[in-house]
């Protein structure tokens, strides 16, 4: 069964971290580009930070830029995103999603064919 698993959600205070884990199985990340994006209720959903496939570099979007990092762990088969300083407005579920062979990823939900789950993520004091 080919299916991205999340985890790592919850709730933090302002200005706390949290890691976001989305492993694979049933196919290879590391042959995928794989992104992260989060959808707070009554809004779009934004694209956050993706991760090329092979030795594709990253991107981030300004609204996470210098907060957020992408990374993947191949021997692993799980991409991970890292949230520092993060703010009650980073409130929302978050998602993983993969497509193959994109090496130069983009944050656009519509090139995106396999989905995680979901996770919430409330920063609240």
């Known amino acids: 069964q080919l299916q991205l698993v999340q985890s790592g959600g919850g709730l933090v205070q302002p200005g706390g971290s949290l890691r976001l884990s989305c492993a694979a199985s049933g196919f290879t990340l590391e042959y995928y580009a794989t992104a992260w994006f989060r959808q707070a209720p009554g809004k779009e959903r934004e694209g956050l930070s993706c991760?090329?496939?092979?030795?594709?570099?990253?991107y981030d979007a300004d609204s996470v830029k210098g907060r957020f990092t992408i990374s993947r762990d191949n021997a692993k088969n799980t991409v991970y995103l890292q949230m520092n300083g993060l703010k009650p407005d980073d409130t929302a579920t978050y998602y993983c999603a993969a497509v193959v062979g994109i090496r130069r990823c983009v944050v656009l939900p519509e090139k995106y064919g396999r989905w995680g789950q979901g996770t919430q993520v409330t920063v609240s004091s």
């Open positions: 991760i090329g496939s092979s030795d594709g570099g990253t």
